[in-house]
T-cell receptor, first 112, second 115 residues
C-alpha cells in the first residue's frame, strides 16, 4: 500500500529565502505526482503535476523534481513571499486503485 | 478555465440526519472522486466512480455513504444518519482518464459540521 511522508512538517522562513520541501513515497511504480497548496480551511489548489517520464516541472517560482527510483520528490520555492504561506501537500496515485494518496503536508510560514 | 464546483460550501447538520453534498465535475471528465479531510489530518480517499458505478472505495466508505450521478452534470455524496466523526471537509475531484494516469482536479470543498 502506498505511503507518503513529507518533511519538514512545518517551516518558518524570512521573506526572500529559497526553500525546499520534501516528499517521499514507498511504491515507486507511479505514473505521476501532484503538488497542491492548501490555505487554512480552504480547498486544494493544484500547483504542479509531474509525469513519471519527466524529472522536473516548473511554474513561475516553483520547481518540482521527481526521482522515481528513490521514491522522492522535492518542491523548490524561489524568493519566497508572505503570500506563499500555506500548507503544501504532495499526492501520488495508489497503484492498486485510481485514487491519490496524500502526504500530511508541510506548513509553510513566510515572515515579512 | 474549467473547474470543479461544490455546494454547499458549509453544511451544519444534527447527528442522525441525512446530508447530500453536491459536486459539478468538469464537463468532459469521466472519472469522479470523493475525498475527505478531518481537521488537522490527511486528505483521505473515499470513493471513485466511473461509467455510472463505483469503481473503488476505501474502508471509510461504509454503508452510510452512497454516491450518485443523477443527471449528466451532478455527482453527489449522500451520508445517511450522520455521526459526529463525519465532521470534515469533503472534496470532490474529477479527471479525464483513470486516476493513476491523469491529473485530478479538486473542488473547493464542503465543510460538514455534525452537532
Amino acid at each position: 500500500k502506498q505511503e507518503v511522508t513529507q518533511i519538514p512538517a512545518a517551516l518558518s522562513v524570512p521573506e526572500g529565502e529559497n526553500l525546499v520541501l520534501n516528499c517521499s513515497f514507498t511504491d515507486s511504480a507511479i505514473y505521476n505526482l501532484q503538488w497542491f497548496r492548501q490555505d487554512p480551511g480552504k480547498g486544494l489548489t493544484s500547483l504542479l503535476l509531474i509525469q513519471s517520464s519527466q524529472r522536473e516541472q516548473t511554474s513561475g517560482r516553483l520547481n518540482a523534481s521527481l526521482d522515481k527510483s528513490s521514491g522522492r520528490s522535492t518542491l523548490y520555492i524561489a524568493a519566497s513571499q508572505p503570500g506563499d504561506s500555506a500548507t503544501y501537500l504532495c499526492a501520488v496515485p495508489d497503484n492498486y486503485g485510481q485514487n491519490f494518496v496524500f502526504g500530511p503536508g508541510t506548513r509553510l510560514s513566510v515572515l515579512p | 478555465e474549467p473547474e470543479v464546483t461544490q455546494t454547499p460550501s458549509h453544511q451544519v447538520t444534527q447527528m442522525g440526519q441525512e446530508v447530500i453534498l453536491r459536486c459539478v465535475p468538469i464537463s468532459n471528465h469521466l472519472y469522479f472522486y470523493w475525498y475527505r479531510q478531518i481537521l488537522g489530518q490527511k486528505v483521505e480517499f473515499l470513493v471513485s466512480f466511473y461509467n455510472n458505478e463505483i469503481s473503488e472505495k476505501s474502508e471509510i466508505f461504509d454503508d452510510q455513504f452512497s454516491v450518485e450521478r443523477p443527471d449528466g452534470s451532478n455527482f453527489t455524496l449522500k451520508i445517511r444518519s450522520t455521526k459526529l466523526e463525519d465532521s470534515a471537509m469533503y472534496f470532490c475531484a474529477s479527471s479525464g482518464g483513470p486516476g493513476q494516469l491523469y491529473e485530478q482536479y479538486f473542488g473547493p470543498g464542503t465543510r460538514l459540521t455534525v452537532t
